[in-house]
């Protein structure tokens, strides 16, 4: 079974950093395309960055190289390191990840930008 656990959400100032983690179980993140995305209250779910099976990364283009998505695979979980946060990067932040034609997700974790 399939386990998708979110962390490192919080309250931070604007400018500040965080780093999200996102840990499976009964998968393996290193063979697996993983993706974050983003849920600002009253808005649609957004990808943030994602990273491919091979280690390729890509992101949308409002992220502008302010977040980092990486994988540890003797830790089986993928990072976002979030800088220089911004009060509308405010949202709930999901990890997903894909298996075969399946994906996956996590509950999520909470972020607070405050200027």
């Known amino acids: 079974q399939v386990r998708i656990v979110e962390s490192g959400g919080g309250l931070v100032q604007a400018g500040g950093s965080l780093r999200l983690s996102c840990a499976a179980s009964?998968?393996?993140?290193?063979?697996?395309?993983m993706g974050w995305y983003r849920q600002a209250t009253g808005k649609q779910l957004v990808m943030v960055e994602g990273i491919d099976s091979g280690g390729y990364t890509n992101y949308e283009d409002y992220v502008k190289g302010g977040c980092t998505i990486f994988r540890d695979a003797t830790k089986n979980t993928v990072y976002l390191q979030m800088n220089n946060l911004k009060p509308e990067d405010t949202a709930d932040y999901y990890c997903?990840?894909?298996?075969?034609?399946?994906?996956?997700w996590g509950q999520g974790t909470q972020v607070t930008v405050y200027s």
């Open positions: 009964g998968t393996s993140l290193s063979v697996n395309a």
């Open positions: 997903n990840e894909t298996v075969g034609s399946q994906r996956y």
